[in-house]
C-alpha cells in the first residue's frame, strides 16, 4: 500500500482517466444504442437488417480487436483523431483517448442496443398502434411513447452494460491511455515487493466506483418504477 500512497497523486489521475472513458462512453454508447434500437423495430426492413448485422458483428468481435482496429488499422484508412488534444493536469485526452474512446462506444452500444430492445418489446403494441391513430409518424412513436417506457423498463440491464463499460475502460492501457490499469502496471514494476498491496488498492477503488454506479442506478430504477 505504500507505494499507492506515496504515488496517490498519479493514482488520482490515472483514475480520472478511467472515469472519463467511461463517462464519454458511457453517453455516446447510450445514444448511438438508442439509434440502433430504433432502427430493428423501424418499418424498414433493409435498416432492420443493416442494424441487425452491425449488433451481431460488433457484440461478437472481442473489444480488443475493435481498439487494434482503430489504433493501426484505421489510421491506414484514414481515419484519425488528431485533432484531439487537450491537456488538463495529468489527464492527457489525445488521439489513443480518442480512439478507445470510440472503440468503447461502438461496442457497448451494441449491448445497449439489446437490453432496449427488451425494454422496448415489454411496451404493449396498442400503445405504438394507438399513437400512430392519432397522426403520430414513426420518429414521435418512438421518441414520445415507446422509448421513454423501454428506458424505464431497461434499467436493471442497462446497469449492467454501463458496470461491463467501466471495467472494460482498463483495456485502454494496452494502447497507451494512462488509465488505472496502465498506472497500476507502472506500479507494480517499479516496486515489485508490494504487488499483492498494489493489486488490493486499484481493485478497492474499482469495488467502490461499481457500487457507486450500481447505488446510483437502484435509485433511478426506484424512481421510475413501473406500477
Excluded at 426492413?45 to 458483428?57: G, S
Aim: aromatic letters at 12%; one cysteine or more; hydrophobic letters at 60%.
Amino acid at each position: 500500500m505504500e507505494a499507492v500512497l506515496d504515488n496517490i497523486g498519479l493514482v488520482g489521475w490515472a483514475f480520472a482517466h478511467t472515469v472519463l472513458l467511461f463517462l464519454f462512453s458511457g453517453v455516446l454508447s447510450l445514444l448511438l444504442g438508442t439509434f440502433l434500437v430504433a432502427l430493428r423495430v423501424g418499418p424498414v426492413v433493409v435498416l432492420q437488417r443493416a442494424a441487425a448485422t452491425y449488433v451481431t458483428v460488433v457484440r461478437n468481435t472481442p473489444l480488443l480487436i475493435i481498439l487494434m482496429f482503430f489504433q493501426f488499422a484505421a489510421p491506414k484508412l484514414g481515419v484519425t483523431f488528431n485533432f484531439i488534444d487537450v491537456q488538463w493536469g495529468e489527464v492527457s485526452m489525445t488521439s489513443f483517448f480518442g480512439a478507445a474512446v470510440v472503440s468503447l462506444s461502438l461496442y457497448t452500444s451494441t449491448f445497449v442496443c439489446e437490453a432496449l430492445r427488451s425494454g422496448v418489446n415489454s411496451v404493449p403494441l396498442g400503445q405504438a398502434e394507438a399513437a400512430r391513430a392519432i397522426g403520430l409518424s414513426f420518429g414521435g412513436v418512438m421518441s414520445q411513447v415507446v422509448l421513454p417506457q423501454a428506458y424505464r423498463a431497461s434499467v436493471p440491464p442497462l446497469a449492467s452494460v454501463q458496470i461491463a463499460l467501466l471495467k472494460n475502460t482498463t483495456v485502454a492501457g494496452v494502447f497507451g491511455v494512462m488509465e488505472a490499469l496502465a498506472r497500476m502496471r507502472i506500479l507494480t514494476n517499479n516496486f515489485t515487493g508490494q504487488k499483492i498491496g498494489i493489486f488490493l488498492a486499484f481493485a478497492i477503488v474499482f469495488v467502490v466506483l461499481v457500487e457507486v454506479l450500481s447505488f446510483l442506478a437502484s435509485r433511478l430504477e426506484r424512481r421510475w418504477r413501473i406500477a
